[in-house]
């Protein structure tokens, strides 16, 4: 499994900005793909969740009517649109993705198998 994580950037507060997570490797109809983010000295945490098969979207609450999750069967491909951002939205963002995963460990790191290599988000004041 392959995720390849783009569309980071540097941003002013209240603007929009779309990550991509471009999969490969596998069938991904029985996976769910997560957002995680990691700002400098901070732990990784959850931004949001889906489930490739049914759609199923969950969300951490700090981004909750912000951003938006979504897939694309054809390009094989996961986005987070992400409105309105926040200097604290300023990280870098991680996709992941995991076949096995429950609904109770959908927001929890470890339980993820893959992970792509990060893209940075700068949102300035």
């Known amino acids: 499994v392959q995720l390849q994580a783009s569309g980071g950037g540097l941003v002013q507060a209240g603007d929009s900005l779309r990550l991509s997570c471009a999969a490969s490797g596998r069938t991904f109809s029985r996976y769910v793909m997560g957002w995680f983010r990691q700002a400098p000295g901070k732990e990784r945490e959850f931004v949001a969740a889906i489930r490739w098969s049914t759609g199923t979207t969950n969300y951490a609450n700090s981004v909750k009517g912000r951003f938006t999750i979504s897939r694309d069967n054809a390009k094989n491909t996961v986005y987070l649109q992400m409105n309105s951002l926040k200097p604290e939205d300023t990280a870098v963002y991680y996709c992941?993705?995991?076949?096995?995963?429950?609904?109770?460990?959908?927001?929890?790191?470890?339980?993820?198998?893959?992970w792509g290599r990060g893209t940075l988000v700068t949102v300035s004041s």
């Open positions: 992941a993705a995991d076949q096995t995963i429950g609904v109770q460990a959908i927001s929890i790191a470890r339980y993820y198998d893959y």
